[in-house]
């Protein structure tokens, strides 16, 4: 029940375009949704967090989008770019605070 | 830069051995929290100190153990390593621990990158 499901595992796309990673989960106490970019050889960074009360949240060009009924919520990154190349790993946690992660999505942007 | 700095950046060792993992919070940030990254398991919470105390365990084998000082940085402790051991550790640190509306931002290090051989 502490499952983070994430997909696709890898995507690939144009330069201006806008990919979407998907996550689902099923523990109804998760009350906490950030989404994280990796670089390789770095930490993990915080790019945009969504908690259940909203079903929308836009940070500069990234987008999440929450639906909590369907316990599902996804990243939009609009206008990507060939920095944005990464992996994005998508975590939920409750009262507890420890985060449990999606398996990652590996991101290429071509220029 | 986050904040958060893990020291060493690399560490190659043989099986049986034994490391100490160091790592220092932002400052202000009384939270801890310890994460495995591995291709086959992911990013895999072991193990969280809040001000001193241990809060929270998760997959944390039990050659494994950590601790945070009175100056709030940590350590993790893994002995008699396994090949299965080599990994990326991260650490990440954040404000409070537990409880409360919402969630609390985690600020990961760089993270230390640990072969065994």
């Known amino acids: 029940q502490q499952q983070v499901k994430q997909s696709p595992q890898s995507l690939i796309v144009q330069k201006g375009g806008i990919p979407i990673i998907n996550c689902a989960y099923e523990?109804?106490?998760?009350?906490?949704f950030p989404w994280y970019q990796q670089f390789p050889g770095k930490g993990p960074a915080l790019l945009i967090a969504?908690?259940?009360?909203?079903s929308e949240k836009k940070e500069g060009r990234f987008t999440i989008s929450f639906n909590k009924s369907a316990k599902q919520f996804s990243l939009h990154i609009m206008d990507s770019q060939p920095g944005d190349s990464a992996t994005y790993f998508c975590?939920?946690?409750?009262?507890?605070?420890?985060?449990?992660f999606g398996s990652g999505t590996q991101l290429t942007v071509l220029p | 830069d986050s904040g958060v700095t893990q020291t060493p950046k690399h560490l190659i060792t043989a099986t049986g051995q034994r490391v100490t993992l160091r790592c220092s919070p932002r400052?202000?940030?009384?939270?801890v929290y310890w994460y495995q990254q591995s291709l086959d398991q992911g990013l895999q919470f072991l193990i969280q100190?809040?001000?001193?105390?241990?809060?929270a365990k998760g997959n944390i084998l039990e050659r494994f153990s950590a601790q945070q000082f009175p100056d709030l940085h940590s350590e993790l402790n893994l002995s008699s390593l396994e090949l299965g051991d080599s990994a990326l550790y991260f650490c990440?640190?954040?404000?409070?621990?537990?409880?409360?509306?919402?969630?609390?931002?985690?600020?990961f290090g760089p993270g230390t990158r640990l072969l065994v051989l």
């Open positions: 990440a640190s954040s404000v409070g621990a537990s409880g409360g509306a919402g969630g609390e931002t985690q600020y």
């Open positions: 523990n109804t106490a998760f009350d906490y």
């Open positions: 969504i908690r259940p009360d909203v």
């Open positions: 975590a939920a946690s409750g009262s507890a605070r420890q985060l449990t």
């Open positions: 400052s202000g940030d009384l939270s």
């Open positions: 100190y809040y001000n001193g105390e241990e809060r």
